[in-house]
Each structure stands twice: as C-alpha cells, then as structure tokens.
C-alpha cells in the first residue's frame, strides 16, 4: 500500500468529483442567500434613508393638504364665486403643496417631501399581534404539550395533521375566515355586523400562530431526553409536574423560539389584515374600531402615486423587520438561563 | 444528620412478578426476597431483563407504553400494587437513579436536589437549606458544591452529576434505592467514589443495583441475582437462573450457567 496518491486507483475521479460536489453546494447556498441579502440590503438602505424622529413620533400626513383658502379662490383660475357644490373647480393642484405655513407653493406635486410617520401604525401592529399572542401563546404551548406528552392516540393524529395543514393555508384563506366569522358576524346587540376592528384581526392572526406555535412546542419538548422524564416520574412527580416543571424549563428556548417566529409571521402578515382591521391613518388604540398597522401602510402607500408616500412604505417595512428584530431580541435576554455553567 | 436518621431499610418481596411488554412475557415469574439495609445486585447479559425487573420494583415499568405487570411486590409486606396504591408514593418509597446523570440545566445546584422536596409539598426556605444539605453531604458531593450552590446543574462533572441525583433522591428520603447501571457512563474514578458511597448508603437504605460489571457486584453487593435469556420457546426471555450471597455466587454457584456467565462464557 503505498501513499502516493498517484497510484491509487480512481484517484484523480475522486477528487475531481469531490470538487464538483463542493462547488455546487457552495453554488445553491449562495442562490439560497442572494436574494435574502437583496431584501434586507434594500430595504435597509431605502427605508433605513426615510427615517428620521418625526417618522416614529407622528402619524400619517398627505402629501398635499387642501385648506379653505385653496378652495374658495386665490387661484389663478380668476375671481370665479365659491360654489358648494363642486368645492374644487377654483383648486389649482400646482399649488397645493406644502402643509406647514411659509411652505413653497406651486412646486410639483410628485416631488413633494415626504412628511409624517408611522406612529400610529407601530401602536396598531404592536396591539394587534401582541394581542394575537397573548391567545394563541397558552393555547399553541399546550397543545404542543399534549402532541408530545400524549402522541399516540387519534385526536393527537388529527390535531397534528390538521395544523400542518393550517400552517400551510394560504393567509387570505385564513382572513376571509376572519372576516365572515368576525367581520361580518352581526352584532346581536345593534343588528349590524361587528365590522372591522382589531380584535378581528388579532383572531385572524391567531389562526396563523397557533399551528406554528404547537408544532414547535411539540418538536423541542420531544428533544427533552426520556430520561429527564424517567427521573422526574421516579421522584414521585406526577406528569403534570414532570412536564411543567422539569421537561417546558428545559426546552423553554425553543418554545421562545417557537413563539417568536409566530410573532415574526403575525407582524407581517398582510393579507388577513386588509380583510380585518382595514387600516387607518390616525392614531387609534382601541381594538374594537379599524386600526392601522405596519404591512398595511406598506401595502397601500407602495401602490401610492406620491413619492412622498411611496418612502413611507419603505420606512414602515424596515421598521417592521427592526420591531420584529427587537421583540426578538428582548425576549430572549428576559428567557435566558441565568445560571453559569462554569 | 436528621435526615439519615429517619429513614431505614426495608425489606421487598417479589412474589411471581411476571413483566410483559405488551402480550410479550419480558421475564419469567421472578421470586426473590430482598434484604434490608442490604446491597442487592442483579447482573446478566445484555436483554436478560435485568432492568425491567428493577423498574417493576418502584412501578416505572408501566411508564412505558403498554407494558404492564403481573403478581406482587411486597415493600415491608404492603402489596404496591394493590389498586388502591398510588404509583407517585410507592416512587417517593422506592427512589431511583438512572444510567445517565439528571442535572437539569435550568436550575441550580441547589434546586436540583431541593425539586424533590418541592414536589412533596416541602416549600419553607430554612427547611429545604437543612435537607438540600444533609442529602449532599450523604451523598459525598457537599464539600465539592457548597460554594457554588446557585450555578447551574450541569456545571459538574459526570460523576458529580450522579452524586447529585443520589442526592435528590435521598432528599425526599425513601426506603429503597433502585440504580440501573449507575457507572456505565462515568469514568473509573468516579466510579469507584460511586462505589463507597453506596456502601456508605448500606446503613441507611435498602440498595438494589443493576450492573453490567461483574467485578462492582463482587466487590460492593452481599447478595446477587443472576439473570440470563432463555430462548427454549422461541421469543428470548429473562430468566431468573440463581440468588444467592454474592460470595457464593463467585465462588460455588449452584447453577451451572451461573458458573459458565461468571467466567466469561456466556454474554
């Protein structure tokens, strides 16, 4: 047997495969990455250059405010008298620009500044998905607990089965749920449908969560060794005990981990949204009415022909991935384990 | 210490237990009398059934999904499995220490031993110090934790990590302490300090070990049970062969495959 490689048989095959094999890896990780470095590279770069105080401080402004004085006639069209019923016929869209007294007027329209933020949109997002969370949380963590405490018997199978295939339902599917079930349910009090509100889509969004949430919290709990159990039952410990005391501690990270990727999808869905809070563009922190969130100012102000709105959505898109970024982070420095190993 | 002197031995009688899992007989009817304040070791090949009978003993058979067990364990001659016997009390009588070392990495040290009292009910700080104490200090383990009582169990080594689950176990102060294999996953050292403190344990307890090692049962056991596999009618079955005083057992079996296990030629 000798060492040279020379005289081993298919050696220089070998290699020449091994190389291939490795480059075409190397290829489809990068194909992988690509565009998720172009996406956030995007909107950091854009929606990172809309921000500024006023952005997280202040609401929705348009581009152009239209006041008294514009409609009744210092216009260029002549004296012509003020006519209610068509307000408009003296306006002079060249000159609308700017809100603020002592604003340039008659600049165009399509360049003017961007102005306002999405406060009111942080507050709607914030309510709406936390509130989403809050339901969806006990109630995902505890049917995980019951898929992986209790496997294998028939309603296990079926909860199991059913919300793989809820967490692969198309979202708009789950917001015309929402919407019939909610939305358009009729107030037994009024006679009137409910109508859009931020409950309706808290419950929408926990259609999402609840899958992610229960399958995750299945799959880490069955990573907790059987020993660990096997232990805590040996001490005297009930399975009620065993699992809440020993077995979720153990595998809290990833139920966190768990938590926050179905906050991640609840925070940025949209469609669902569109069906059940509607959007709005004051502030509004009661979840009974339409409420305003941050996929939905990114949604409608991306198809805007206003320049000046079309940066509104690109800030409320990176302040979305930031928010989610942040919750993400915060929860895990409250979750951490506290205790050295060292 | 208070709490050595609380606990004693006891005496446990298996009576034709016969271990299934599922309609699948794991060991032939097992009849043996276990001596207080005694170390007891079962030994035998691989899928004798040396385990099963061990964790009939405090009832974490049944854990297992579909297996179950016919006739009786007498613990100071009470039936455990009588059916008005609560399983969690027989396991807070009859303690257990596993193969692998539990130290939960989310609590400390501390907690690790304290979590069997917690769950009996035991919540008063100076009472849980007192006991947490006395049962490291039983199992050998205090001088090597007490300055780092708040770090996370699984800061010890292996060996220290199987101290502490004696220690736990000791805490909530059974009668009985069943180890299945508790050395096959640590190193000879570690062992050996395993080793005297069951001896040191002897005092207070009834000890039954499963051991892969026949050396540790000739040096630490007084009385051993000899387990093998009997194929005769087809499925492997356990198969209790010989119980006797360990002397004996090393020196003039009186079964013949016995003799043949001890000197190397079976298993």
Redesign the interface.
């Known amino acids: 047997m000798s060492l040279k490689s020379s005289q081993m048989p298919n050696y220089q095959r070998r290699k020449v495969t091994d190389a291939i094999m490795r480059g075409l890896v190397l290829f489809a990780t990068a194909c992988a990455i690509v565009p998720l470095v172009l996406i956030v590279g995007y909107v950091v770069v854009v929606g990172g250059s809309a921000l500024n105080w006023e952005f997280f401080t202040d609401v929705y402004q348009p581009p152009m405010t239209v006041t008294t004085m514009d409609m009744i006639g210092a216009a260029p069209t002549g004296d012509a008298p003020f006519d209610p019923n068509d307000p408009f016929a003296n306006l002079d869209p060249e000159a609308l620009i700017g809100a603020e007294a002592g604003d340039e007027k008659g600049a165009n329209i399509l360049e003017a500044p961007a102005r306002g933020g999405v406060f009111h949109a942080i507050v709607g997002t914030l309510l709406v998905t936390s509130l989403a969370v809050l339901i969806a949380m006990p109630i995902g963590i505890l049917a995980g607990v019951f898929l992986s405490e209790f496997p294998?018997n028939s309603v296990a199978i079926v909860v199991r089965f059913a919300c793989d295939v809820l967490s692969g339902a198309p979202s708009i599917i789950v917001g015309v749920t929402a919407y019939i079930l909610v939305v358009n349910a009729t107030n037994p009090n009024t006679g009137q449908p409910y109508g859009f509100s931020g409950i309706a889509g808290a419950i929408a969004l926990t259609f999402l969560m609840v899958p992610t949430i229960t399958r995750t919290t299945e799959e880490v709990l069955k990573l907790v060794?059987e020993?660990?159990r096997?232990?805590a039952?040996?001490?005297?410990?009930?399975t009620w005990?065993s699992t809440f005391?020993?077995v979720i501690?153990?595998a809290?990270s990833g139920i966190v981990t768990g938590v926050m990727l179905a906050f991640a999808r609840g925070a940025g869905e949209t469609a669902p949204l569109i069906l059940t809070v509607l959007g709005s563009n004051v502030l509004v922190t009661g979840l009974l009415q339409p409420i305003a969130a941050l996929p939905l100012v990114t949604y409608r102000y991306t198809e805007s022909p206003f320049p000046s709105e079309n940066t509104l959505a690109w800030g409320s898109a990176f302040v979305l991935m930031m928010l989610v970024l942040l919750v993400n982070i915060l929860v895990r420095i409250a979750t951490r384990?506290r205790?050295?190993?060292? | 210490m208070t709490i050595t002197s609380l606990s004693t031995g006891a005496t446990v009688e298996i009576r034709n237990l016969k271990p299934y899992y599922g309609k699948r007989l794991a060991v032939r009817s097992v009849n043996m009398t276990i001596a207080p304040n005694k170390i007891t070791a079962i030994i035998g090949p691989s899928g004798c059934g040396k385990s099963t009978v061990l964790r009939c003993i405090n009832r974490m058979h049944e854990t297992i999904l579909g297996a179950r067990v016919e006739g009786q364990v007498l613990l100071n001659g009470e039936n455990i499995y009588a059916s008005d016997v609560d399983p969690m009390l027989v396991r807070r009588k009859i303690g257990m220490v596993f193969q692998q070392p539990i130290a939960l990495r989310t609590r400390s040290i501390f907690e690790n031993v304290a979590i069997g009292l917690r769950l009996a009910g035991i919540n008063n700080k100076r009472v849980l110090e007192e006991r947490v104490e006395a049962s490291l200090r039983a199992a050998v383990l205090w001088d090597e934790v007490k300055d780092k009582l708040n770090q996370a169990g699984t800061a010890l080594s292996g060996g220290q990590q199987q101290r502490l689950s004696i220690a736990r176990t000791i805490a909530v102060e059974p009668e009985v302490i069943l180890f299945d294999e508790p050395c096959s996953a640590l190193d000879p050292i570690s062992m050996l300090k395993i080793e005297e403190l069951l001896l040191d344990l002897r005092k207070q307890y009834t000890i039954v070990i499963v051991t892969h090692n026949m050396q540790q049962a000739a040096r630490i056991s007084d009385n051993t049970a000899v387990f093998m596999v009997d194929t005769d009618d087809g499925a492997p079955t356990g198969v209790l062969v010989e119980y006797n005083p360990t002397a004996k057992i090393f020196a003039q079996p009186d079964d013949p495959r016995t003799e043949d296990y001890i000197s190397g030629q079976v298993g």
């Open positions: 294998d060794p020993a660990t096997e232990a039952l040996a001490m005297g410990a009930t005990y005391t020993v501690p153990t809290l384990n205790l050295r190993t060292h």
